[in-house]
């Protein structure tokens, strides 16, 4: 049984930085391309940021590019998610899954931007 679990949110003024971490456990995860997602109050859950297996081809939704990166450990089974240059609307919770959302969702970190 796959566990995931977020960590690295926090309450951050616009324009700050935060990373979140992810540990993958019960299972492998070097076969899938892995992702966030993030899900904001009365909004339904999107797609952020994936990372392939050889964490050298990465996506990214237009809304963050060019200021988060993802990558990824396939030693320590973890996912990062380095945010930078925060704004209000990256208000959210945010989940790492596989990018096919194939496993059971965590519980997921709090990241709160302030204007």
């Known amino acids: 049984q796959v566990q995931l679990v977020e960590s690295g949110g926090g309450l951050v003024q616009a324009g700050g930085s935060l990373r979140l971490s992810c540990v993958v456990s019960?299972?492998?995860?070097?076969?899938?391309?892995m992702a966030w997602f993030r899900q904001a109050p009365g909004k339904e859950r999107e797609f952020v940021a994936s990372v392939n297996v050889g964490g050298d081809s990465l996506d990214y939704a237009d809304s963050v590019k060019g200021r988060f990166t993802i990558s990824r450990d396939n030693h320590k089974n973890t996912v990062a998610l380095q945010m930078n240059s925060l704004r209000p609307e990256d208000t959210a919770v945010y989940y790492c899954n596989t990018r096919s959302k194939a496993w059971a969702w965590g519980q997921g970190t709090q990241v709160t931007v302030s204007s």
């Open positions: 019960g299972r492998t995860y070097n076969f899938y391309t």
